[in-house]
Each structure stands twice: as structure tokens, then as C-alpha cells.
């Protein structure tokens, strides 16, 4: 099966950077990241879920850590370089980014905002992040994820 070119592959293609595309069954009743990982029966490690948040001056900011783990704000706020970070109602995801909850990719979204991912991402060959679709996701190399959305790397993760 084919899958169809979503915006994030596109802006991938006009960046010439190498990515695949793979699509695994939705479960509308668990939209997690972790069910991705588990259904394309990958390591949940390498499974970056895309959290949308908002600083202390309304600004928007976008985070990818790992599937399994929790957003520290603290340290978002820290690398973002604001007093405060708080995350997004999922019902302001899709006038914000473009994309629905469990399809929010962070590339190609409305507007480019400042991104930044878990230094985790480090530790990883290839990484998953959602195409901008329910049920598909990117595999690529970190390096073409962190040039992408030129992000900043940061610890960004309760341990």
C-alpha cells in the first residue's frame, strides 16, 4: 500500500532530506505515542511524540521527547528562555499547528514555531515522529529531524 504524501514528507522532500513513511492501525480510544511505537513494534525510545505549549508571554513552543516519557515545563521554559511553559488544550491544536491530536507533526505546521527535543534523540540511528496523519509517521535520521525543525537539543524529560 501507498501511503499519501502528507505535508511534513513534502516539506521533507523540498529540504532533500531522506525519510520513509509507515503507517500502523489507529485505535481511537489510545492516541499515544506508546501505542504507536508498539504497533510498528519499534522501541518506544526512539518514538518522539510532538507536545505543543504556550510561554508566559503567549508565545507557542513545540517539544518532541520520547513516547514513554513526561515533559519537564520547567526545563522547556528553561531552554526556551521564559519564566513559564504550560501545555496547549487539545482543542487549540489543530487552529495552532494545522494538525489533530495524535497526528501532530513537528514539521510543516501553520506557523514555524521554536522547537526543541529531548537530547535523547541523540541516542538513536533513526527516530519515528507523526507525519501529520493518524496512523503515520516518519522514520528518519535525528540529524534530518533537528535540521528540519531546527530545533534546539535540550534535556527536556522527568527522570
Known amino acids: 500500500m501507498s501511503l499519501k504524501k502528507t505535508n511534513a514528507a513534502r516539506f521533507l522532500d523540498t529540504l532533500k532530506l531522506p525519510y520513509e513513511m509507515t503507517s500502523y492501525e489507529v485505535d481511537e480510544e489510545d492516541l499515544s505515542a506508546t ?5 510498528l513494534g519499534v522501541d518506544p525510545k526512539c ?9 508566559d508571554a503567549k508565545h507557542i513552543v513545540v517539544a518532541c521527547i520520547p513516547a514513554e516519557a513526561e515533559i519537564d515545563l520547567k526545563a522547556l521554559a528553561r531552554v526556551a528562555k521564559v519564566k513559564r511553559c504550560e501545555l496547549v488544550a487539545v482543542k487549540e491544536l489543530l487552529g495552532l499547528t494545522g494538525y489533530i491530536r495524535g497526528g501532530c507533526s513537528p514539521l510543516a505546521m501553520k506557523k514555524v514555531y521554536p522547537t526543541f527535543i529531548d537530547s535523547s534523540i541523540h541516542e538513536h540511528t533513526k527516530v519515528y515522529v507523526s507525519a501529520g496523519l493518524r496512523g503515520v509517521q516518519l522514520c528518519l535520521a535525528p540529524n534530518a529531524l533537528i535540521e528540519a525543525s531546527k530545533a534546539t537539543c535540550e534535556a527536556l524529560i522527568k527522570t
Do not use: I, M
Open 35 to 39: 501505542h504507536a511505537a508498539a504497533a
Open 47 to 55: 518514538v518522539f511524540k510532538t507536545l505543543v505549549a504556550r510561554d
